[in-house]
């Protein structure tokens, strides 16, 4: 990817290099990716994928900012679905992670091998 204007981000740390890597190669480039806690501009850098967040996108989406708190909190399957989450990438123990499986929003996709992170596909929508 081309970021003719942006420059170069710095790397990524290397306990999420791997995670990086899995989403360039094996997420389509529109994907709308959830992750923990607020998403980090220098995802959307690291991997030129999109990660919705309560900022990005409130000013547009009036209902944006309430689906975004219902959704990390508590993975509410109408927040997920106006979200259009593609994937979802959780580091560490986010609270929308064990209700999204239970909800069976999302499958396991890839993770490390010390489980500092883990990359799900949403199951459907």
């Known amino acids: 990817v081309q970021r003719p204007f942006v420059g170069t981000p710095p790397a990524p740390p290397p306990e999420l290099e791997g995670a990086t890597l899995w989403i360039k190669k094996n997420t389509p480039e529109k994907a709308r990716i959830l992750a923990s806690g607020q998403a980090s501009p ?8 999109f990660f919705p ?3 990005l996108l409130s000013q ?24 259009k989450i593609d994937f979802a990438l959780a580091i560490g123990k986010p609270p929308w992670e064990a209700a999204c499986v239970r909800n069976r929003l999302i499958e396991l996709a890839a993770e490390d091998a010390n489980h500092a992170w883990r990359i799900y596909k949403a199951t459907g929508r």
């Open 42 to 49: 220098m995802w959307i850098l690291w991997t030129g994928r």
């Open 60 to 83: 547009f989406y009036p209902n944006h900012p309430r689906m975004m708190a219902q959704l990390q909190s508590a993975c509410d399957p109408e927040a997920f679905r106006f979200e």
């Open 53 to 55: 967040g309560i900022t």
